[in-house]
């Protein structure tokens, strides 16, 4: 599976529940005694189980990096966690009453196996918050960035050998594991930038002037259909989109608002 830095965890999970956590009620998080964090990363998500848990419950979290466990066990609000595999967790059958993965399974060759053995290790519940990166919606105040940004991850999507859109289609890969679909529900996880700007999005901006963001998904975005002669004019087109975004910032006229949507797929262990 691709591996992930504390960076990118950091600008694509965080706010991700701030504005509602409707989607998250049918994992009755209320009445959950012990809860399972599969690929919880630097531990966003596993905050959010154990705000919504009673008090007495027990939240851990589970990952394959032991440097994002590391972050996720610092701080002023550590989280409980232990290295392991998805496909091999490091826990005895019927460990836990949820089990939960978040932007987990798009990212692996055999979703159903992963669902297969989060069944193993929980009595009642197995959830997955999957995204369909296929559908992200950009509105920019730079014209062209909503459109090129659709003609790169088109690329970066074709080049991917896992579903990075897996979204709704979660519930698949729970059947197909033996659980019993209870409900899918829709989220859309919206990030804003705007005047002031955080040094979040000062970053990413440098980020698309240099193109450096391109040149990281480079070997990826080569193993679609996508030429190098396309590859070439497409960052060029990239960096200077992002000298518009700089100067726009300068001016502080620059907004942009990035929709993603992920569904939560909760299943019932038989």
Known sequence: ??????????????????????????LALESRERVLDVGCGTGELSRVLREEAPDDATVVGCDADRE???????????????AGDALRLPFPDDSFD???????????????????????????????VEPNNATVEIDSSVDREGRLERRARSAYLDGVATDVALGADARAA???????????????????????????????????????????????????????????????AWREMGRDVIEQMEAREYRREEAVPFFVTVGRVP
């Open 1 to 26: 599976m691709r591996e992930f830095s504390e960076d990118y965890l950091r600008r694509t999970r965080e706010g991700m529940w701030a504005d509602s956590r409707a989607a998250l009620e049918p």
């Open 68 to 82: 994002l466990l590391e972050i996720a066990a610092d701080g002023d609000d550590p989280v409980p966690a232990v």
């Open 98 to 128: 949820l089990v939960v993965c978040q932007a987990l399974l798009i990212n692996l060759p055999d979703p159903a196996a992963a669902v297969a053995e989060f069944a193993r290790v929980s009595t009642d519940l197995v959830a997955a």
């Open 174 to 236: 729970f059947e197909d594991a033996g659980l019993e679909v209870r409900e899918t529900r829709r989220y859309d996880h919206v990030r804003t930038v705007e005047p002031p700007y955080s040094e979040m999005a000062l970053v990413a901006a440098r980020r698309k002037a240099t193109g450096a963001g391109l040149a990281d998904d480079r070997e990826t975005m080569l193993s679609g259909e996508l030429t190098e002669a396309e590859y070439d004019d497409l960052r060029g």
